[in-house]
Each structure stands twice: as C-alpha cells, then as structure tokens.
C-alpha cells in the first residue's frame, strides 16, 4: 500500500507564501494522478488542486487559482504544492492522495497525516 507523508506546512503572515510536499512510497505513484486536498476545522475535506500522472493537466479549486501551483517529480514520488499570496482563509490541514481519474477528482487510497498551514492576519 503506497504510504504518504506529507510536509513543508507552517505558521506565515498573509501574503506569504509556503511550498508543500508529498513523498510517496511504492512503485504505483507514477501511474497515479494526484490531488492535494485541504480541511479546515469544522469543514469537510476538500480538493484544492490535481495534476494527472505525467503532470501535463493540472487542475484549481477557483480559490486558489493564480496563487497555487501543484507540480509532481515523478523520479522522487514526490508531488508539490506551491502557495503564494496566502491569506487566512487558507488555513487548514493539507492532505495529498491518489485521485481515480482527473475528471471527477475523487480520491481513493490512504491519506497520509497531513501538513497543518496557518496564515495570520
């Protein structure tokens, strides 16, 4: 079963920016699309961006799109999230998994622990 660990999160003003990361085990990776998804407390999980597997189409959620840039490396199983301009409304735990196919976005497989993103005001 392919584990993900998840890091890179933290504390930053509105405005900053942090850069994400997804290391993934198993040899299933580069022929997985992925997803990062984020929740907030008391909100449900969300999809925040997907790339496909070779990393050619990618896809935003319309709040972050122009500020947030997903990318993969598939020679290091490794999936990125670029965030700039963050802003408090950002704030969430930020999970990335496997997605079952580009166009609907679901995700499928485990979830790793997660990378908590703060933004302060």
């Known amino acids: 079963q392919v584990q993900l660990v998840e890091s890179g999160g933290g504390l930053v003003q509105a405005g900053g920016s942090l850069r994400l990361s997804c290391a993934a085990s198993?040899?299933?990776?580069?022929?997985?699309?992925m997803g990062w998804f984020r929740q907030a407390p008391g909100k449900e999980r969300d999809i925040v961006a997907a790339?496909?597997?070779?990393?050619?189409?990618?896809y935003y959620a319309d709040s972050v799109k122009g500020r947030f840039t997903i990318s993969r490396d598939n020679a290091k199983n490794t999936v990125y999230l670029q965030m700039n301009s963050l802003k408090p409304e950002d704030t969430a735990v930020y999970y990335c998994?496997?997605?079952?196919?580009?166009?609907?976005?679901?995700?499928?497989?485990?979830w790793g622990q997660g990378t908590q993103v703060t933004v302060s005001s």
């Open positions: 198993g040899r299933t990776f580069s022929n997985s699309a």
């Open positions: 998994t496997a997605i079952d196919n580009f166009k609907y976005r679901r995700p499928v497989g485990s």
């Open positions: 790339i496909t597997q070779s990393g050619v189409a990618t």
